[in-house]
């Protein structure tokens, strides 16, 4: 019998502004799998660090065998917006941290993580649906998430004189816009960060705290 298999990738770094002095960086969660236990084969949504640690708290919670979950990647209260060592070594962690939770039947079967991975609803939403307490079931959530297509080496070229507008919350589905036309690029410092799929990226890197 064939196996099925779940690929996971965090990358493609990029800074959010909350306000003018306010940032933090989200991360691009690209999913491929032939698995019967994902509505959804191919999905692509962005994710904070900060939603990284909820996540695994309420997967805790809902673990009744008590099984210890994988650790995240420690919060570094140094951590920096435009320091590329550190952006590689979380995305990395994070990435090592969904690909544990995938190998589990168990966790596999809880709806926050499909939310999680395949939706862009905010935490109190995931929670809300997840619960039933939503005029829409976990599927269609999933099913009405747009799918970003994954970028292509061009693609992430024009991507350097492009920046992300957001609000304070993370996690609605909307499309990146042109912003910020005096972006500061550190090409040196990017290149520690190219690779994670095959792929070159370039990362938006701009001095700030992570607030995350």
């Given at each position: ?12 770094p ?48 809902n673990?009744?065998l ?19 060592q550190?952006?590689t ?17 168990l ?9 999680f ?10 929670q ?8 829409y ?6 099913q ?7 970028h ?20 609605e ?29 370039e ?10």
């Open positions: 019998m064939t196996q099925q298999i779940v690929s996971v990738w965090v990358r493609d990029r800074i959010r502004k909350n306000d003018f002095w306010h940032a933090y960086m989200d991360y691009e969660i690209c999913l491929h799998t032939d698995s019967v236990c994902f509505t959804k084969k191919i999905s692509s949504v962005r994710r904070r660090y900060s939603e990284f640690v909820w996540l695994r708290q309420k997967l805790q919670e673990s009744l008590m099984v210890q979950l994988p650790q995240l990647p420690p919060k570094n209260p140094f951590f920096s917006l435009n320091n590329a550190q952006i070594e979380r995305m990395k962690g994070l990435q090592m941290f969904l690909e544990r939770i995938l190998q589990s039947p966790w596999l079967s809880d709806s926050l993580l499909h939310l991975l395949q939706s862009q609803l905010s935490m109190s939403k995931m809300a649906c997840a619960a039933g307490r939503t005029h079931s976990v599927a269609q959530a999933i009405q998430c747009g799918l970003r297509r994954f292509s080496e061009e693609d992430l070229q024009k991507d350097l004189s492009m920046s992300c507008d957001s609000d304070s919350d993370s996690s589905c909307r499309d990146p816009e042109p912003r910020i036309k005096d972006l500061a690029l550190n090409k040196a410092a990017s290149t520690a960060l190219l690779g994670l799929m095959g792929t070159s990226t990362d938006h890197l701009i001095s700030s705290s992570d607030s995350a």
